[in-house]
């Protein structure tokens, strides 16, 4: 993992810019002790700057947190490939003229959660060693973060904590969430224009694990209240 900036802001956290193995990403740190690490997965259409990324990072900081974002393949400061152009084109016309977009959102949102499962597991190898966080680790990631998260934690039992929501069930979702051995605290929004509610509970009821709870609010798919972004913050530090 190679450093190439940082700054310090007037909250005292501070920013790192950094490559691992080709990939862009965000070290957030806090002023004081780390108490745990944050792996915060951005929303489709994104990236590891987005400004509810950066916010929810500074948020964690304080509580002692740090923060790792990566650019998911295909977005932000990564290539994009013919077959990212493709999706994106698709996506974008079934939803322009009202068609439903959600199974191929589920197909593209797999092959990139099969490219970045590896990607992030890297990074975590790298950062748990020179932060000093023990065994608190947590993720948090709405939508498409969901869509890799969710195998991530399948696949890594250091994460103990995890963010999801805003995402329907789908074959390959369903196994990773029975795998899935973290505490959980899932989102939906109840008139997600994107997600049917039926699909996001089918997902929730997936989890196996009976340290799951489930937050349901009224509105569209990127109107979560801040209240639950709020609080999520303290269910991650608890770790």
């Excluded at 199974?103 to 748990?128: C, F, H, K, M």
Aim: charged letters at 20%.
């Amino acid at each position: 993992m190679r450093y190439t900036s940082h700054t310090t802001s007037g909250d005292g956290t501070t920013e790192r810019d950094l490559d691992h193995d080709g990939v862009p990403g965000v070290l957030w740190t806090p002023a004081g002790t780390v108490t745990g690490l944050v792996l915060s997965a951005h929303g489709g259409g994104q990236h590891k700057r987005a400004p509810g990324v950066v916010a929810r990072a500074h948020h964690c900081a304080a509580a002692g947190l740090a923060v790792l974002t990566l650019d998911t393949p295909g977005h932000g400061d990564r290539p994009r490939t013919a077959q990212d152009d493709h999706f994106a084109t698709e996506i974008r016309a079934r939803l322009t003229t009202g068609q439903d977009a959600g199974a191929l959102i589920a197909e593209y949102n797999a092959l990139l959660a099969a490219q970045a499962v590896p990607e992030w597991r890297s990074a975590l190898d790298v950062l748990t060693g020179t932060l000093g966080i023990g065994e608190n680790v947590g993720f948090w990631g709405l939508s498409l973060g969901s869509a890799v998260g969710i195998p991530l934690a399948a696949a890594e039992p250091r994460i103990r904590t995890a963010v999801f929501g805003l995402l329907g069930a789908t074959a390959d979702l369903t196994r990773a969430a029975a795998a899935t051995t973290a505490t959980v605290r899932f989102l939906l929004q109840c008139d997600d224009q994107l997600v049917p509610r039926d699909a996001a509970l089918a997902l929730f009821d997936a989890f196996t694990t009976r340290r799951k709870t489930l937050h349901a609010n009224p509105g569209g798919h990127g109107e979560v209240p801040r209240h639950e972004l709020d609080d999520a913050v303290g269910f991650l530090a608890a770790g």
